[in-house]
C-alpha cells in the first residue's frame, strides 16, 4: 500500500462525516406547518447540571478536603455547576406565543396596516426571556412606513415599538 492509498482512504473517511441538524430544528425536511422550538428544552441540561453539582457536592462533602482527589476547589466547582443548572431551570420559559401571534400583536402595535412582516426570535435580559422581534412595512408599494416590535414570546405583551417613515429608497 502507498501513501497515494493511505491518503485516498483518510479523506474517504473524512467526507462520509457529515454534521446535521436535529430532524425537529431542520426546517427545510419539514412537511406541513413549522412548529418553532421551545425554549422548555433548556431544562433538561438544567437537571444533569444540577444534579451534577449536587452529586459533587456531596461527594466532597462526605469524603471530606483531605485526600488527594477532592478539595476545595472540587466543592467549588460542584457550587457553580449547581448555580449554573438552577440558572438553566429558571432561564427554561415555555413559549405560549407563536410567530404568527407576534406578527398579529405587531400589526397592532404599529399603527399602521401591515404589508410584509418577519418574526425572528431572539432572547433578552439575563435569563434569557424568549422574545419575538418583528419588523413589519405598511401595506403600500413601496411601503411608506415601517415598524419594529418587540412581542414577549411568553405573555404576547407587546415590549418595545418603534414604528417610522421608511427611509430606504426603493427607486
Avoid at 109 to 118: E, K, L, M
Wanted: hydrophobic share 40%; aromatic share 8%.
Amino acid at each position: 500500500m502507498n501513501d497515494n492509498e493511505i491518503t485516498t482512504d483518510a479523506a474517504k473517511d473524512a467526507n462520509d462525516f457529515r454534521d446535521q441538524l436535529p430532524s425537529d430544528l431542520n426546517a427545510s425536511e419539514h412537511v406541513g406547518v413549522y412548529k418553532f422550538p421551545d425554549n422548555s428544552r433548556r431544562r433538561i441540561p438544567g437537571y444533569i447540571y444540577l444534579g451534577g453539582g449536587v452529586l459533587v457536592i456531596a461527594l466532597a462533602t462526605v469524603i471530606g478536603s483531605d485526600g488527594p482527589y477532592v478539595n476545595t476547589g472540587l466543592l467549588a466547582g460542584g457550587v457553580v455547576l449547581a448555580l449554573f443548572g438552577l440558572l438553566c431551570l429558571t432561564s427554561g420559559w415555555r413559549m405560549t406565543i407563536d410567530e404568527q401571534e407576534a406578527l398579529e400583536a405587531a400589526g397592532s402595535a404599529v399603527g399602521f396596516a401591515v404589508g410584509h412582516a418577519s418574526a425572528q426570535q431572539v432572547w433578552r435580559g439575563f435569563r434569557s426571556r424568549p422574545t419575538w422581534r418583528v419588523l413589519c412595512y405598511s401595506n403600500e408599494d413601496p411601503p411608506s412606513r415601517r415598524g419594529l416590535v418587540l412581542v414577549d414570546a411568553v405573555n404576547g405583551k407587546v415590549v418595545e415599538h418603534l414604528s417610522q417613515e421608511n427611509l430606504e429608497d426603493w427607486s
